[in-house]
C-alpha cells in the first residue's frame, strides 16, 4: 500500500515561530503537494513539486516555502506563523496518470 | 475560470437509505473526475475514476456517473451505513499528467441511525 506520512497529527504553534511540517512518501512518486483546508473553502493547493529541487506556486503561496532535497520528503516550511495560517494542511503524492495518495493532515493551530 | 461545484452542501440521511452527491465542472481541458471520501480528521481516499469516455463505475455501493456533454458528475451511495458519513469532494484533472487538480468544496454526509 501506498502510504503518505505526515509528521505530526496536531500542533500547536506561536505567532512569529518558524513552523516545519515534514511529509515522507514511500512510493517513489514524482509529484508531491502541499494543501491546506478550511471550512467551505475545501482544498487549496499551496506548493507542489514534480521532481528533486523543483517546486511551483500554487494558488496561495504566500507566507509559505517548501523544500524538496530528497524524492521522499517535501516539507512546508512557515517562515513566521500567524493566527491565519491556523488550518489543516494535507500532503499528497502521485506519479503521473495516477491518483493522488493523501496524508492523514496536520491540524495546526497558532496561537 | 476553472471550477467545480457541488450540491448539497450537507446532507443528513436514516442508515438504509440512498441518496445521490451533484458535481458540475467547467474545467477546460478535461482530463478525468475522481470522487473521493474524506473522514473526519482523515486525509481524502480515492473511491472511483472516471474518464472522458465512461459513463458509470461501481465501487461496492458507490456508483458515480459522468456525462461529458453536460459537464455533470453523480456519486450514488446505496443502502448507506453509519461508516459512510463523511465528506465526499469531486476532484477534476486538467491535464494528463493528473498535476493540476481542481477541487470541489466537498459534501458533507451524516448516516444517523
Known amino acids: 500500500d501506498v502510504k503518505v506520512t505526515q509528521s505530526s497529527r496536531y500542533l500547536v504553534k506561536r505567532t512569529g515561530e518558524k513552523v516545519f511540517l515534514e511529509c515522507v512518501q514511500d512510493?517513489?512518486?514524482?509529484?508531491m503537494f502541499w494543501y491546506r483546508q478550511d471550512p467551505g473553502l475545501g482544498l487549496r493547493l499551496i506548493y507542489f513539486s514534480y521532481d528533486v529541487k523543483m517546486k511551483e506556486k500554487g494558488d496561495i503561496p504566500e507566507g509559505y516555502s517548501v523544500s524538496r532535497e530528497k524524492k521522499e520528503r517535501f516539507s512546508l516550511i512557515l517562515e513566521s506563523a500567524s493566527t491565519n495560517q491556523t488550518s489543516m494542511y494535507l500532503c499528497?503524492?502521485?506519479?503521473?496518470?495516477?491518483?493522488?495518495?493523501f496524508g492523514q493532515g496536520t491540524r495546526l493551530t497558532v496561537v | 475560470k476553472n471550477q467545480v461545484e457541488q450540491s448539497p452542501q450537507s446532507l443528513i440521511i436514516l442508515e438504509g437509505k440512498n441518496c445521490t452527491l451533484q458535481?458540475?465542472?467547467?474545467?477546460?481541458?478535461?482530463?478525468?473526475l475522481r470522487w473521493y471520501k474524506q473522514d473526519t480528521g482523515r486525509g481524502p481516499v480515492s473511491l472511483t475514476i472516471m474518464t472522458f469516455s465512461e459513463n458509470t463505475k461501481s465501487n461496492g455501493r458507490y456508483t458515480a456517473t459522468l456525462d461529458a456533454d453536460t459537464k455533470q458528475s453523480s456519486l450514488h451511495i446505496t443502502a448507506s451505513q453509519l461508516s459512510d458519513s463523511a465528506s465526499y469532494i469531486c476532484?477534476?484533472?486538467?491535464?494528463?499528467?493528473?498535476?493540476?487538480?481542481?477541487f470541489g468544496k466537498g459534501t458533507t454526509l451524516s448516516v444517523s441511525s
Open positions: 458535481c458540475n465542472y467547467t474545467v477546460s481541458p478535461f482530463s478525468n
Open positions: 499528497a503524492s502521485k506519479r503521473q496518470y495516477t491518483e493522488a495518495f
Open positions: 476532484v477534476v484533472s486538467a491535464n494528463q499528467a493528473g498535476t493540476a487538480l481542481i
Open positions: 512510493m517513489d512518486h514524482e509529484n
